[in-house]
């Protein structure tokens, strides 16, 4: 959807003409703007910040699969020669097998997270909970096991300097992937822990629902370390993992959220992480263009 010369861009996946215009690199508003290679999910990793310096964007958040594709000394030297800060690394977690064996093995998975984060000078480590094991359904049980698996990481994490995020999920990913499902119970966990090391995610899609959310941003203050957009459509595709919309295509009032994120005194990237079949499928140049669109329309004024 590249627009020839002296028309108007499409919007993707909308292919609604653009409302403004597409930032050059170099503009000051795209400077705290990251992009999650989850939103460009056909591109490799050297793809993906190749897109981003096309865009001038000056920062990447990277996978932990597409680094292992290429190595983690490739991807080091790849981001470093590019002059990017990787804003986050997804993901670590996954805490709440009950075997013993499991609780092992998770340990061990997301120790090696840590040092892939800190060997790629990353801002922080994204930990995704982990949804109830096969056949139980004590969540509460879940979540016990999860906060005491970051209790165990956090030594891990404050010896390679690197900070760990909560990622609160919506209740509907609850059973499979996040049993940690409001902001409160992430800070819940992260409060019993030092906020030097441990801290969460704020992520629109996940708690633009949260009652009293105002309250619980303003209660993460400095533990916020990573802020995450995208935006809650509907109707809902088949597979609710690919619900995230184009910041703009949906419900959330991003103005109104990221006015409560800064107000908390969050100062750091923003991430743009999108899961969604349209989004995939359309050219990755002009899903990041369309994102810088977005944003700078709806986020970094707000900031």
């Known amino acids: 959807m590249t627009a020839a010369a002296g028309t108007v861009p499409l919007d993707v996946p909308s292919g609604r003409p653009a409302a403004v215009p597409t930032p050059e690199p170099g503009d000051p508003r795209l400077a705290r703007l990251s992009l999650n290679q989850r939103t460009c999910a056909?591109?490799?990793?050297?793809e993906a910040i190749d897109g981003c310096l096309a865009a001038g964007l000056p920062a990447i958040?990277?996978?932990r699969e597409p680094v292992a594709e290429v190595g983690l000394e490739t991807a080091v030297r790849w981001v470093r020669e590019a002059g990017l800060r990787v804003s986050s690394v997804c993901r670590g977690g996954f805490f709440t097998g009950s075997d013993p064996g499991a609780v092992a093995a998770a340990h061990q998975a997301n120790v090696e997270a840590v040092r892939e984060t800190a060997a790629l000078g990353a801002a922080t480590l994204v930990l995704v909970p982990g949804g109830l094991p096969e056949g139980d359904t004590d969540l509460p049980g879940a979540r016990a096991r999860a906060t005491e698996a970051i209790g165990a990481l956090q030594p891990v994490a404050a010896e390679h300097g690197v900070r760990l995020g909560i990622e609160p999920m919506h209740p509907i990913?609850?059973?499979d992937r996040g049993v940690v499902s409001t902001l409160g119970q992430a800070l819940d966990i992260a409060e019993q822990l030092d906020p030097e090391t441990v801290g969460v995610v704020v992520d629109t899609?996940?708690?633009?629902?949260e009652p009293g959310i105002e309250q619980q941003i303003a209660r993460a203050g400095?533990?916020?370390v990573s802020y995450q957009v995208?935006?809650?459509?509907?109707p809902f595709p088949a597979d609710a993992l690919l619900s995230r919309g184009m910041m703009g295509d949906g419900h959330i009032d991003f103005p109104a959220f990221t006015r409560q994120v800064a107000q908390a005194g969050y100062a750091s990237d923003v991430e743009v992480e999108i899961f969604h079949a349209d989004v995939w499928a359309a050219?990755?140049?002009d899903v990041v263009a369309t994102m810088a669109r977005r944003y700078v329309e709806l986020v970094q004024p707000h900031l």
């Open 173 to 175: 990913f609850a059973a």
């Open 283 to 285: 050219p990755g140049a």
């Open 205 to 209: 899609f996940h708690l633009w629902w």
């Open 42 to 46: 056909g591109w490799s990793l050297r």
């Open 61 to 63: 958040g990277v996978w």
């Open 222 to 224: 400095s533990r916020i």
């Open 230 to 234: 995208c935006d809650w459509i509907t």
